[in-house]
């Protein structure tokens, strides 16, 4: 108990930072355990169908794998914002308060879902009254954030703009997903799932705008080139990634029956969000040659990996978002495809380039001594990933064959399995190699965080 | 950009939206049930929703499934999917709701 009181005493935001890292990248781990008992149950559709029915591993592996883009990302924003602002953190206590939530918020959710009690909304299936905690916990973020950074804009640099962005839209795009409470929303389908997608899509926006930013302020550090996020380049991408966070949903509800208008609009903005990155890690690369190469090895090979992601999701969202062939694609695997990309391929590279830098600065040493055993780990993930995403299109092709020929769904199921067979399979290596990648990170954050000095250890 | 944002969210909710029939009671109930017990982790209604278990937006009037057929699952679970043991009138509201959707879902109909 001391030892605990000690080591609040001693927090400061890259601690908190630190602490809620951990929590996302544990979050991500246990999260990819219960993704692989739903591929296998893909493959063996007994196999724990009454005790953890597929009804309670999806919303877990979901809910897990979400926690832990908020939460690393947070993490970041706690680490960097000090030296982004040049300014002190506003309260280190509202920091603790606001992990201690979400570490509440977390086992919560997880007992929920073990206990089978849901709200039944796609990626929120926790109770309701539950978001109220979130929410409450994102205000103090909020009110961190805000309090910590200078009141004027005008100089800022596109990164603060990232993160404020997503920080609002989070709140905003959070409590639109519950409208369903009221009965004027939740009595009309087509109004209910519409404003649904709205708000899920959206959100999903809000955290791209803090991961990205956090990958801004990253490279900027890297390269030492400030001028970088202050270039109007950067700053078109930012307004056209806010209105693609705005108005870009819609692609997601080419088969709802609402106004064509939304439906118009949407594939009109829909999908150059993911440009934007790809634009200004290209920026990066080519001023990254003159910078420090050896220093910052791993993260900048992240960062290129998650490059690379970006250029086949694109590819991917530009062909499911012609109205003519999502008629085909909706309700395949090839719309999983593009949401596990875009999860684990974009954003996961992303926070694990920011996390990689952060290990660079505590432990130089063990990020040296192990250069290797991480290069291989990340090649690994980014093979079995990519072998992942590939069978799930080619699940999703497959699927929509059988479909227009009518086949009956077990029959389609049945076609079906030898690529869940490789998803399965290649999930499985997905979560070996973060395994591989996390467990000296997670040694390594806790030797920060309690302050231990042992050499031996590391 | 805000008031563009807040003034598309508005239409969105009010004309953009107003394309479907009110649910009945009954019908509430059944989607209170699809929810309670998070059907849409396998099943899809308008393209939302998990893939371990078929599409149910047209599962009524589809001439190869049907009232029938979803009444049964509903009913006894399948290969996939878990016995709920609901009672005759949950799987009644359960059905209403579907019935429901069905007879909103213009799109598939026009489309397919």
């Not at chain 1, 959710?109 to 796609?122: L, M, P």
């Not at chain 1, 227009?404 to 389609?412: E, R």
């Not at chain 2, 679970?77 to 949950?90: D, V």
Request: hydrophobic share 50%; net charge positive; glycine share 6%.
């Amino acid at each position: 108990m001391q030892a605990l009181i000690k080591m609040i005493n001693s927090m400061d935001h890259k601690k908190i930072g630190s602490l809620f890292i951990v929590l996302g990248l544990i979050s991500l781990l246990i999260g990819l355990f219960f993704g692989s008992i739903g591929g296998l149950q893909y493959i063996l559709p007994p196999f724990l169908k009454e005790q953890l029915a597929f009804q309670k591993t999806r919303p877990l592996h979901v809910y897990l794998v979400i926690n832990f883009i908020f939460s690393t990302a947070a993490g970041c924003i706690y680490y960097f914002l000090p030296s982004a602002t040049g300014r002190k953190l506003y309260s280190v206590k509202i920091g603790i308060i606001q992990f201690s939530l979400q570490l509440f918020i977390l086992l919560i959710i997880v007992s929920f879902f073990f206990a089978g009690k849901f709200s039944g909304r796609e990626y929120l299936e926790f109770p309701p009254w539950i978001s109220l905690i979130i929410l409450s916990s994102w205000i103090l973020f909020m009110i961190n954030f805000f309090k910590s950074i200078p009141l004027s804009f005008n100089h800022s640099p596109v990164y603060m703009w990232s993160w404020s962005t997503g920080l609002i839209f989070y709140f905003i795009t959070m409590t639109e997903a519950h409208l369903w409470l009221l009965p004027y929303f939740n009595n009309n389908i087509v109004r209910d799932l519409t404003v649904q997608w709205k708000a899920l899509g959206s959100m999903v926006g809000a955290w791209n705008m803090l991961v990205y930013g956090t990958s801004m302020f990253v490279m900027e550090s890297i390269s030492g080139d400030k001028t970088i996020n202050k270039s109007k380049t950067a700053f078109f991408f930012y307004f056209l990634g806010l209105t693609n966070l705005m108005f870009n949903w819609g692609h997601h509800t080419y088969i709802v029956p609402s106004s064509h208008i939304v439906k118009d609009v949407s594939f009109i903005i829909s999908m150059t969000e993911l440009l934007i990155l790809g634009k200004i890690i290209y920026n990066f690369r080519k001023s990254y040659i003159e910078a420090k190469l050896k220093y910052h090895h791993l993260p900048f090979r992240l960062l290129s990996f998650a490059d690379g992601w970006i250029f086949l999701n694109l590819v991917l969202a530009i062909i499911i978002s012609v109205p003519a062939i999502n008629l085909y694609t909706h309700g395949t695997h090839i719309t999983v495809a593009h949401a596990m990309g875009a999860t684990i391929g974009i954003n996961t590279m992303l926070l694990l380039g920011s996390v990689f830098f952060i290990l660079d600065e505590m432990n130089e040493v063990m990020m040296e001594r192990l250069k290797k055993y991480f290069s291989f780990a990340i090649v690994l993930l980014n093979i079995s990933l990519l072998i992942f995403w590939v069978s799930l299109i080619g699940s999703g092709i497959a699927k929509s064959i059988d479909m227009q020929q009518k086949d009956l769904f077990a029959v389609i199921m049945d076609h079906l399995k030898p690529y869940f067979s490789v998803f399965t399979g290649a999930g499985i290596f997905v979560m070996t190699a973060l395994f591989m990648i996390l467990i000296p990170i997670f040694k390594t954050f806790f030797l920060y965080i309690s302050g231990i000095k042992n050499k031996r250890l590391i | 950009m805000f008031i563009s944002y807040i003034s598309y969210t508005a239409w969105v909710y009010t004309d953009g939206t107003d394309t479907a029939s009110v649910m009945s009671l009954q019908e509430q109930a059944g989607k209170s049930i699809y929810q309670k017990n998070n059907c849409t982790s396998c099943h899809q209604l308008f393209g939302m929703g998990g893939f371990l278990g078929p599409e149910l937006t047209t599962v009524i009037s589809d001439k190869n499934r049907g009232p029938v057929y979803a009444r049964t699952f509903l009913q006894y679970g399948g290969a996939r999917m878990p016995n709920f043991h609901f009672s005759k009138e949950e799987v009644d509201d359960v059905i209403a709701f579907l019935e429901y959707v069905d007879h909103n879902a213009s799109t598939y109909k026009n489309d397919k």
